[in-house]
């Protein structure tokens, strides 16, 4: 079974840059996606990005040129790089990982952009 653990959200001006890691352990697989989905209040849940293990990224429109995904296959560590962060990103953030067998998510971090 894996387990996802969250760090980094927080609150930030408009503007202003924040990291989110996401840290994988138990079964990883060979054959898989790791990446970032987020919920704003009275909305679904969206892809925010995504990478493949062989290195393929996906970012919602939304994001591209803002945010950043990057991984550690070694360490199974996932990390979102989000600058320019406006207050429509204000969400709760969700570490997701994904086989074509399961899904698993992370407990979520909260973003907040705002003055």
């Known amino acids: 079974q894996v387990q996802l653990v969250e760090s980094g959200g927080g609150l930030v001006q408009p503007g202003g840059s924040l990291t989110l890691s996401c840290v994988g352990s138990?079964?990883?697989?060979?054959?898989?996606?790791m990446g970032w989905y987020r919920q704003a209040p009275g909305k679904q849940r969206e892809m925010v990005a995504r990478?493949?293990?062989?290195?393929?990224?996906k970012y919602a429109d939304s994001v591209k040129g803002r945010f950043t995904i990057s991984r550690d296959y070694a360490k199974n560590i996932v990390t979102l790089q989000m600058n320019s962060l406006k207050p429509e990103d204000t969400a709760v953030y969700y570490c997701?990982?994904?086989?074509?067998?399961?899904?698993?998510w992370g407990q979520g971090t909260e973003v907040t952009v705002a003055q």
């Open positions: 997701n990982y994904e086989t074509g067998f399961s899904t698993v």
């Open positions: 138990g079964r990883i697989g060979s054959m898989n996606y």
């Open positions: 990478v493949a293990s062989g290195s393929a990224r």
